[in-house]
């Protein structure tokens, strides 16, 4: 055998070998692994789905149920409950702020008695395996800093998002999918949702979250260009994978090791992602479940059943984003608006959940960056108003994986404006969702410009009061 030939032929055998490699799930699923060993803690969750709310929902339409502003509408917010709490731009300047009560009749639900709004009737009959948070806080009174911290811990952007501590820390259930999904309804407008929401921050780029769109190509540039075939890509991968690995012996570099991660989750997902995106797979009793718009892609009733398949093929976190909620005119119509495209669904992924034994390790958590105020912003003008920022209370509900269901946590004042007991901080939330998947906030550490950093910063207290 001549010298060319041998190299040629032993070259394309260390190229099919690495094809190989990729195509080995075990050996992959190695390579997608997390820092820790094991977990600190017994994990009651190994996944979370997180439906994200943004624009922050009224607390007091929906969930806090506050007879005394019904009383007291139209009347000034007193001096001694306000304080001498900040205001934003917006309603800042206003001579008046006067309360408003909400127009929704409420009543109560379930074994457990919990108070919902008559726009929440899916959500009514789920009640009882839901745990309400009715006592959330926290530091920012804007959209941008408020939805940048409770998601990375931190206001200025740049930190490591929720998903990405998970992925950097727990590693892949499935090497043939992402480890953190991102999912927005398609045709909604409201406050803008930039990329560092699901960013990976200082944390390699291999745990950012990957974004899924409608249509038929759920991840962009995922699929091969024109004439190139999986064996030719495969191979592209494999010199890639050595041209890196050869970069990487003469300058060590953490990203080169995320850009080859990069690569070979690309080359996997090939196969993987139109088996999980396929929608059409489900039997019909399903869509009536979840409803008829869950048949339209890229809506949230879709972005909702598409969740639970990525939940149980091991996707470790899966964020939805339904925009819409920023109601600081026109409240009323614009809650119902909201509450018609997400209150099935919300309710539906929770019974879909349980009924296939999913809830019992699977996380669900709904709520937005923070809540609105009990005052009108502007004028109140017959049945119309709006409802300012709130950073002060608001609600969130968790179900699943070790949560007490049919309860609710903390209490409001009867203005709606203060919070009467237990307060829970957006640290102290980051600490309890990693406390139920194992984690130890104080523990789960990145070194970075000297400092180690965490997803709770320097704070946080897990809630046990609210563990199964």
């Given at each position: 055998m001549q010298r060319r030939e041998m190299l040629n032929r032993f070259g394309l055998g260390l190229g099919t070998l690495a094809l190989a490699e990729l195509l080995?799930?075990?050996?992959?699923?190695?390579?997608?692994?997390?820092?820790?060993?094991?977990?600190?803690l017994p994990a009651r969750a190994k996944r979370v789905i997180f439906l994200f709310q943004s624009g922050a929902p009224s607390q007091m339409d929906l969930f806090d149920h506050k007879p005394l502003l019904n009383e007291m509408h139209g009347q000034e917010l007193p001096d001694e409950v306000?304080?001498?709490?900040?205001?934003?731009?917006?309603?800042?300047?206003?001579?008046?702020?006067?309360?408003?009560?909400?127009?929704?009749?409420?009543?109560?639900?379930?074994?457990?008695?919990?108070?919902?709004?008559?726009?929440?009737?899916?959500?009514?009959?789920?009640?009882?395996?839901?745990?309400?948070?009715?006592?959330?806080?926290?530091?920012?009174?804007?959209?941008?800093?408020?939805?940048?911290?409770?998601?990375t811990g931190a206001q200025i952007p740049g930190r490591p998002s929720i998903g990405a501590w998970l992925s950097y820390g727990l590693g892949s259930e499935n090497a043939d999918l992402p480890n953190f999904v991102v999912l927005i309804t398609k045709d909604k407008h409201g406050q803008p949702l930039g990329t560092n929401y699901w960013g990976n921050g200082f944390l390699p780029v291999s745990h950012q979250g990957?974004?899924?769109?409608?249509?038929?190509?759920?991840?962009?540039?995922?699929?091969?260009p024109p004439g190139i075939g999986d064996q030719t890509r495969g191979q592209m991968y494999s010199a890639l994978k050595r041209l890196h690995e050869l970069q990487q012996?003469?300058?060590?570099?953490?990203?080169?090791?995320?850009?080859?991660?990069?690569?070979?989750?690309?080359?996997?997902?090939?196969?993987?992602?139109?088996?999980?995106?396929?929608?059409?797979?489900?039997?019909?009793?399903?869509?009536e479940l979840y409803g008829e718009e869950a048949r339209n892609p890229g809506s949230y009733a879709a972005n909702c059943l598409m969740a639970r398949?990525?939940?149980?093929?091991?996707?470790?976190?899966?964020?939805?984003?339904?925009?819409?909620?920023?109601?600081?005119?026109?409240?009323?119509?614009?809650?119902k608006r909201q509450t018609r495209e997400t209150d099935q669904a919300s309710a539906a992924l929770v019974q879909d959940l349980k009924q296939r034994g999913l809830?019992?390790?699977?996380?669900?958590?709904?709520?937005?960056?923070?809540?609105?105020?009990?005052?009108?912003?502007?004028?109140?003008?017959?049945?119309?108003?709006?409802?300012?920022?709130?950073?002060r209370c608001f609600t969130?509900?968790?179900a699943g994986a070790g949560v007490k269901p049919g309860i609710s946590y903390g209490e409001t004042d009867p203005f709606c404006y203060n919070i009467a007991e237990n307060p829970v901080h957006v640290h102290d939330f980051q600490a309890t969702l990693l406390h139920l998947l194992g984690i130890d906030h104080e523990?789960?550490?990145?070194?970075?410009?000297?400092?180690?950093?965490?997803?709770?910063?320097?704070?946080?207290?897990?809630?046990e009061p609210i563990l199964a």
């Open positions: 080995q799930p075990k050996q992959a699923a190695a390579r997608t692994g997390g820092i820790l060993e094991r977990t600190h306000r304080g001498s709490q900040r205001l934003t731009g917006m309603s800042g300047n206003q001579s008046s702020l006067p309360l408003v009560g909400s127009p929704f009749k409420f009543s109560q639900h379930g074994e457990s008695g919990q108070w919902c709004s008559e726009l929440l009737p899916h959500t009514a009959k789920v009640v009882d395996d839901l745990c309400f948070v009715k006592s959330m806080h926290t530091d920012a009174i804007n959209h941008g800093p408020g939805v940048t911290f409770l998601q990957v974004r899924f769109r409608s249509g038929k190509d759920p991840v962009l540039y995922l699929d091969n012996a003469n300058n060590a570099d953490p990203h080169l090791d995320g850009r080859i991660a990069q690569y070979e989750m690309a080359f996997r997902m090939q196969q993987s992602i139109p088996e999980a995106t396929n929608l059409s797979e489900e039997p019909d009793h399903i869509f398949r990525l939940a149980e093929r091991g996707v470790r976190f899966i964020q939805l984003y339904h925009p819409g909620w920023d109601h600081h005119g026109g409240l009323p119509g614009g809650l809830l019992e390790d699977t996380l669900v958590v709904w709520g937005g960056e923070f809540g609105r105020t009990n005052y009108c912003q502007g004028k109140l003008t017959g049945n119309n108003f709006g409802r300012d920022h709130h950073p969130m509900w968790m523990k789960l550490t990145y070194k970075y410009q000297g400092r180690n950093f965490r997803l709770t910063d320097v704070h946080g207290h897990v809630l």
